[in-house]
């Protein structure tokens, strides 16, 4: 885990400001009818309105500002022209870079009137973040929050994505540790004071196996059925941690 200088929190707590938000205002433009370009389009010129970089563009040749994943898309769906209906389920997730250092969130949405079960998986993938949280300490190992959020997650029926995991975040978008969204209690490393990490379980209905799109990118699940992805950069401190785009 990457130490941050007093001076660094104050820029990772301006990339988490824009970046909580551009998903405020996300979520004010998610209706049916809308096309996932027309989001990011308009996601993407909130965030440079407010002094920010969206910073997926071109991260790894990713070629959208923001990822939009709908019902069985798990992460990593490219904005294009399909439109957003009655019933579905959407994931935004958005990536800012203010002077040199990054905010990463991302929620799921549903769009109009949706299905109690959908509902419940959204619901439950936004505690499972919190039941994590509630575990990271200083001098804990980072195994506890991943444990914390396998438990409640499975203990509500739903299964855990293996093959992407949270982050550290700072200067880059993605540093070491991999914060993993399951796993045994004394794995991982002890938490460090005045750090900061993308928490971010991705929970699926079914089952937890996924495939990657020929594109690339597009992540879906196996089984066909819906996943639901919330993600917070955090700052940890020596006495506290705080989410810095919530
Ligand atoms: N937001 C993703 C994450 O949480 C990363 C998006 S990948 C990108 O790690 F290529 F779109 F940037
Ligand atoms: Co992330």
Redesign the pocket.
């Known amino acids: 885990m990457k130490e941050l200088s007093p001076a660094e929190i104050v820029l990772m707590r301006k990339a988490g400001e824009i970046t909580k938000n551009a998903l405020i205002y996300a979520e004010t433009l998610v209706k049916p009818g809308i096309s996932t370009n027309s989001l990011d389009k308009m996601i993407s010129a909130y965030i440079i309105e407010n002094g920010g970089i969206p ?2 563009k071109n ?2 040749g ?1 070629p ?1 500002s923001t ?1 939009i994943s709908i019902n069985e898309v798990v ?2 769906g490219i904005p294009s022209e399909r439109k957003l209906k009655e019933g579905d389920i959407v994931s935004i ?3 800012v870079d203010y002077k040199g250092y990054k905010g ?1 969130a ?1 929620r799921t949405f549903p769009v109009g009137k949706i299905s109690p079960e959908k509902q419940k998986l959204i619901d439950v993938t936004r505690e499972c973040f919190f039941e994590g949280i509630k575990q990271l300490k200083v001098g804990e190992r980072l195994g506890k929050l991943s444990h914390a959020i396998q438990v409640h997650a499975e203990s509500n029926g739903f299964s855990v994505v293996r093959e ?1 995991t ?2 550290g975040i700072g200067a880059k ?2 540093q070491s540790p991999n914060v993993l969204n399951y796993g045994k209690e004394t794995d991982g490393p002890i938490v460090i004071a005045n750090t900061c990490i ?1 928490v ?1 379980p991705m929970i699926n209905m079914g089952r937890k196996e996924i495939f990657i799109l020929d594109d690339g ?1 597009t992540t879906i699940t196996r089984d066909l059925q819906p996943s639901a992805h919330y ?1 917070n950069t955090v700052l940890i401190l020596a006495d506290r941690v705080e989410i810095l785009t919530l």
């Open positions: 910073c997926f991260y790894c990713y959208a990822c992460v990593h997730d958005i990536g990463d991302a992407m949270g982050h978008m993605h993308a971010e990118w993600e």
